[in-house]
């Protein structure tokens, strides 16, 4: 029995035969073609005769064309590989020089923030090393109120560290305020710029004393005022106030501010003068303590017994004898006496002659705060800490009317 195979089937076959027929005369064709021509080649070489060249010229006319656009094509995908290439190492050496610099910009930022950490414990150096005699102690602020200003924050020290209520805290050579409501750990501090501070103060120039009080609550800006000052002498512009020592603990000389304008003339209740404070109530993170304690001086024993006293008697005065020789009157000198020693008691001692008896000096614990020389603007310095301002020559004061006023 035949099996029937489908014309489909059939037909496939039939194609694909001819068609490896016709791969097949063409690959014969090929090799004879190519065979062919490189035989002329060689018949070429050998004879030398031109007329063999033409087949090669003329298969050269027809490969040249198709061998240069093949090289065209290969070129372009090449430069095309080599450009994706470069970019990508472009890329990546963008992406190395962008990290690079990143970590230089955080090593600038972090050596800025060193130096300047630097700067503001070299300034707490100095200051604690040229008021030893005050018992500095360097604070931390850990704590503040709302808003832009430093009114009232509180520091990581407390009565544990010898701190007590109403000491003198610094900054960068100027007073920020004092101590309250002081805890073992902790402590809270009002400054000068906070409208319930009040503090004993003096004008370096004049020595007037008067009341610094805080305005922060009234305008809402870092100012200070100075109450109760004499009327007939009116401060300049420029004159540094610094503390006077009366009244709470605080060393003398601490510098608060400088004299901006004067409402002095105006009526009783306005006369003050605006003092715009040294301190930077704005950037606090480190502040000084001075656990100053005043001593009272050693009161000297005045006190006498009448066994230590010894009456001594004067001298009565005695008549002089006169002598009348003619018209002329001699008058006698009397024989003198020996006049009675002294007795002394028995517990008294004869006080040496030719010296004073020496005095008690003030009391230790008697200091004046003194600003660091690296805080310092000016070049003449005092006692005080502070610079005093040029003497100015006198000059005619101008009516009150004619001064600056600030607006309550």
């Given at each position: 029995m035949k099996l029937r195979v489908p014309k489909k089937e059939r037909r496939k076959s039939g194609d694909s035969r001819g068609k490896h027929i016709l791969r097949n005369v063409l690959i014969v064709l090929s090799v004879l073609i190519v065979m062919a021509?490189?035989?002329?080649?060689?018949?070429?070489l050998i004879t030398g005769n031109e007329m063999l060249a033409i087949p090669e010229n003329g298969v050269a006319a027809v490969v040249t064309p198709l061998q240069s656009g093949f090289a065209s094509v290969v070129n372009w995908i090449s430069d095309y590989f080599y450009t994706l290439k470069l970019r990508?190492?472009?890329?990546?050496?963008?992406?190395?020089?962008?990290?690079?610099?990143?970590?230089?910009?955080?090593?600038?930022?972090?050596?800025?923030?060193?130096?300047?950490?630097l700067s503001v414990y070299e300034n707490l150096f100095d200051e604690v090393s040229d008021n030893e005699q005050l018992n500095p102690l360097v604070a931390t602020v850990i704590g503040r109120e709302s808003g832009n200003y430093f009114s009232v924050f509180t520091i990581n020290k407390g009565t544990r560290d010898g701190i007590k209520d109403y000491m003198a805290v610094t900054m960068s050579g100027?007073?920020?305020?004092?101590?309250?409501?002081t805890?073992?750990?902790?402590?809270?501090?009002?400054t000068i710029i906070d409208s319930e501070a009040s503090i004993a103060g003096l004008i370096s120039t004049s020595r007037d004393q008067g009341t610094v009080r805080g305005t922060l609550g009234i305008d809402g800006q870092p100012m200070c005022r100075m109450y109760y000052l004499p009327e007939e002498n009116l401060p300049r512009p420029g004159d540094q106030v610094v503390t006077s020592g009366v009244g709470m603990s605080f060393p003398k000389g601490?510098?608060?501010?400088?004299?901006?304008?004067?409402?002095?003339?105006?009526?009783?209740?306005?006369?003050?003068?605006?003092?715009?404070?040294?301190?930077?109530?704005?950037?606090?993170?480190?502040v000084i303590v001075l656990r100053y304690q005043p001593e009272a001086e050693a009161v000297e024993d005045r006190s006498s017994s009448s066994d230590s006293l010894t009456l001594v008697p004067l001298e009565s005065i005695q008549p002089v004898p006169t002598v009348l020789i003619g018209s002329d009157t001699y008058q006698l000198a009397p024989t003198p006496?020996?006049?009675?020693?002294?007795?002394?008691?028995?517990?008294?001692?004869?006080a040496p002659t030719g010296a004073a008896t020496p005095r008690p000096t003030s009391g230790s614990g008697s200091y004046e705060y003194q600003v660091p020389s690296s805080l310092q603007n000016g070049a003449t310095n005092n006692s005080y800490g502070f610079t005093l301002a040029p003497t100015a020559t006198p000059t005619p004061t101008a009516p009150p009317l004619d001064l600056s006023v600030e607006e309550d």
């Amino acid at each position: 029995m035949k099996l029937r195979v489908p014309k489909k089937e059939r037909r496939k076959s039939g194609d694909s035969r001819g068609k490896h027929i016709l791969r097949n005369v063409l690959i014969v064709l090929s090799v004879l073609i190519v065979m062919a021509l490189a035989g002329t080649h060689l018949l070429k070489l050998i004879t030398g005769n031109e007329m063999l060249a033409i087949p090669e010229n003329g298969v050269a006319a027809v490969v040249t064309p198709l061998q240069s656009g093949f090289a065209s094509v290969v070129n372009w995908i090449s430069d095309y590989f080599y450009t994706l290439k470069l970019r990508s190492r472009l890329e990546l050496e963008y992406n190395n020089l962008r990290q690079e610099n990143e970590q230089l910009t955080y090593q600038a930022m972090l050596a800025g923030e060193l130096q300047h950490k630097l700067s503001v414990y070299e300034n707490l150096f100095d200051e604690v090393s040229d008021n030893e005699q005050l018992n500095p102690l360097v604070a931390t602020v850990i704590g503040r109120e709302s808003g832009n200003y430093f009114s009232v924050f509180t520091i990581n020290k407390g009565t544990r560290d010898g701190i007590k209520d109403y000491m003198a805290v610094t900054m960068s050579g100027a007073l920020v305020g004092y101590t309250y409501n002081t805890k073992t750990t902790s402590a809270s501090v009002r400054t000068i710029i906070d409208s319930e501070a009040s503090i004993a103060g003096l004008i370096s120039t004049s020595r007037d004393q008067g009341t610094v009080r805080g305005t922060l609550g009234i305008d809402g800006q870092p100012m200070c005022r100075m109450y109760y000052l004499p009327e007939e002498n009116l401060p300049r512009p420029g004159d540094q106030v610094v503390t006077s020592g009366v009244g709470m603990s605080f060393p003398k000389g601490i510098p608060i501010g400088t004299v901006r304008e004067s409402t002095r003339g105006m009526e009783s209740n306005k006369q003050y003068i605006v003092v715009e404070p040294s301190a930077d109530f704005q950037h606090i993170e480190y502040v000084i303590v001075l656990r100053y304690q005043p001593e009272a001086e050693a009161v000297e024993d005045r006190s006498s017994s009448s066994d230590s006293l010894t009456l001594v008697p004067l001298e009565s005065i005695q008549p002089v004898p006169t002598v009348l020789i003619g018209s002329d009157t001699y008058q006698l000198a009397p024989t003198p006496t020996p006049s009675p020693e002294p007795t002394l008691a028995p517990d008294e001692t004869p006080a040496p002659t030719g010296a004073a008896t020496p005095r008690p000096t003030s009391g230790s614990g008697s200091y004046e705060y003194q600003v660091p020389s690296s805080l310092q603007n000016g070049a003449t310095n005092n006692s005080y800490g502070f610079t005093l301002a040029p003497t100015a020559t006198p000059t005619p004061t101008a009516p009150p009317l004619d001064l600056s006023v600030e607006e309550d």
